[in-house]
């Protein structure tokens, strides 16, 4: 009596060695313009907090204080959260509409002569390029099961 009766199941209904069963929906794998554009938003925010921080902290000619300074570090933590977001695909319109913003902030930065900002200002111009253009990829949802003409998704 130590067999199972024939016909019985003796495996879970969606077990994932099924080979009936599709395997599960992959994204595709990350552009690598992607990486470079996340990596950008990330180191670029990381060492503008620590511009900005030494600056206040060593008291220069062009340290910021008070308010300048506080709108200074909030937008480099936000520099690093779009890279966040960038890296992990997600919240395109709000990382294109980000980085539009850094752009013409840093390109506005390059009028008082600094080279800082306009090598900045480009690598930035590069990430929004990589993000304009792999926007399918931020968009790439799973395929669901079940999806048929009364699903909302074509016609029918």
Same mark, same amino acid.
């Given at each position: 009596?130590?067999?199972?009766?024939?016909?019985?199941?003796?495996?879970? !209904?969606?077990?994932?060695?099924?080979?009936?069963?599709? !395997?599960?929906?992959?994204? !595709?794998?990350? /552009?690598?313009?992607?990486?470079?554009?996340?990596?950008?938003?990330?180191?670029?925010?990381?060492?503008?907090?620590?511009?900005? @921080?030494?600056?206040?902290?060593?008291?220069?000619?062009?340290? /910021?204080?008070?308010?300048?300074?506080?709108?200074?570090?909030?937008?480099?933590?936000?520099?690093?959260?779009?890279?966040?977001?960038?890296?992990?695909?997600?919240?395109?319109?709000?990382?294109?509409?980000?980085?539009?913003?850094?752009?013409?902030?840093?390109?506005?930065?390059?009028?008082?002569?600094?080279? @800082?900002?306009?090598?900045?200002? @480009?690598?930035?111009?590069?990430?929004?390029?990589?993000?304009?253009?792999?926007?399918?990829?931020?968009?790439?949802?799973?395929?669901?099961?079940?999806?048929? /003409?009364?699903?909302?998704?074509?016609?029918?």
């Amino acid at each position: 009596m130590s067999r199972p009766f024939e016909g019985a199941i003796t495996t879970a !209904p969606d077990d994932p060695d099924d080979p009936d069963l599709p !395997p599960p929906a992959e994204r !595709p794998h990350r /552009p690598v313009i992607i990486e470079f554009a996340a990596a950008i938003l990330i180191v670029g925010g990381i060492s503008a907090i620590m511009g900005t @921080v030494g600056a206040a902290v060593g008291g220069g000619r062009a340290a /910021p204080t008070g308010p300048i300074l506080a709108i200074e570090l909030a937008l480099d933590i936000l520099t690093i959260a779009i890279g966040l977001l960038v890296r992990f695909g997600r919240a395109w319109l709000l990382c294109i509409n980000a980085i539009a913003v850094l752009v013409f902030l840093e390109f506005s930065a390059v009028w008082n002569g600094s080279t @800082v900002a306009m090598l900045l200002a @480009v690598l930035d111009a590069i990430g929004f390029v990589a993000v304009a253009r792999h926007r399918a990829w931020f968009e790439w949802r799973p395929e669901t099961e079940g999806q048929g /003409p009364g699903d909302g998704r074509g016609p029918g």
